[in-house]
């Protein structure tokens, strides 16, 4: 366990300094000696799209790779108002009084049209915004897949050679957020509101076959029985549903983030979850296919930003949108003499 004094919230307009004020080799060691400064300036590195700069995120990720993937990795979702962040703030409290070390990796809506964020989840977690073994990373999601920023892979194995056991990933719960989380993460939770019949119907299916257990928050005063009723209903829809994995059976709970109750049987859930897997192999197998899809999603990006950066083949992509534009050519042929353009 790396000291105290190293862990705490980074607050999104603090200054840690460039991040290339300090060389790879000095950043691992800062990092493995769990100093959240340059953690900070690590992950600064990792979300800048600089070649220079992505030169060596690259370097400092592959020395650290051998400190990684000892946490436990949790990605919790829901839509906006169901209390993810109550949530996440909470169950991350008791784990830190359990003695773990936590680090939350909050992906914020960006706005289309400007491209800022919110980057208000330190405010509303305000437990973990002032823990010494607790760090919050607002994330600015920009215009990736779902809502989830490029760098959040990165970020993720930078606090796990930092030193943090568990690390959460709360999504936007908007869009695709939910499947490219669940792609990077080991225990993937629902978070729902207590309501069934129409509301049961319209959760997207697909949501829940990829969630390995699912929570109905709020369950508290008047709307108690509601969240218990709800429970059932996912319990018996869960039954029905195809299943991600063969060792385990998602399950739905009703909790109350607010008065915790209930968020010690998540954590049991997954501590048994992990368990389970890891003594079928599935664990195991599971993360190493993440790691490829991982690599085939950075080739993507890697891809795409090389045809960006150069400025013959925007020009070619303009006059190409024209013609699409203009019916003279249809975008499969289009879309063809691009990728061959970009090939030579």
Known sequence: MISSFCFGTMHANQ??????????????????????????????LVESTKPDH???????????????GKSVRIGVTGLPGVGKSSFVDQFGANLLEEGHSVAVLAIDPSSQRTGGS??????RMQRLAVHMNAFVRPSPSGKTLGGVARATRETMLLCEAAGFDVVIV?????????????????????????????????????LIEMAD??????????????????????????HILSR??????????????????????????????KTILQKSG??????????????????????????????????????????????TIAPGAAADQIIALAAT
Request: aromatic share 4%; charged share 25%; no cysteine.
């Open 54 to 68: 992505r030169a060596k995120a690259n370097a400092l990720l592959d020395s650290l790779y051998h400190a990684t």
């Open 213 to 238: 257990m699912i929570a109905i928050n709020k369950a508290d005063s008047d709307l108690e029985r509601q969240a218990s009723r709800t429970a059932a209903d996912y319990n018996a829809a869960l």
């Open 282 to 327: 599935e664990f195991d197998a599971k993360r190493r296919q993440q790691a490829i899809t991982w690599m085939h999603d950075l080739i993507e990006q890697q891809l795409r930003q090389r045809v960006l950066g150069n400025p013959e083949m925007l020009r070619t992509i303009a006059s190409a949108e024209n013609d699409v534009r203009n019916g």
């Open 15 to 44: 200054n840690y300094g460039p991040a290339t004020t300090l060389s790879a080799e000095d950043l691992t060691t800062q990092i493995l000696e769990g100093r959240r400064a340059a953690l900070a300036r690590a992950i600064t």
């Open 244 to 273: 991600g994995s063969e060792n385990w059976t998602p399950r739905s709970v009703a909790i109350s983030a607010r008065e915790n109750k209930g968020l010690a049987e998540i954590w049991a859930a997954v501590q048994q979850h």
């Open 170 to 206: 709360e999504t936007v719960g908007v869009g695709q957020s939910e499947s490219a989380v669940a792609g990077m993460v080991d225990f993937f939770l629902a978070l729902l509101l207590p309501g069934a019949g129409d509301e049961l119907q319209g959760i997207k299916k697909g």
């Open 118 to 123: 919110i980057l208000g989840d330190k405010t």
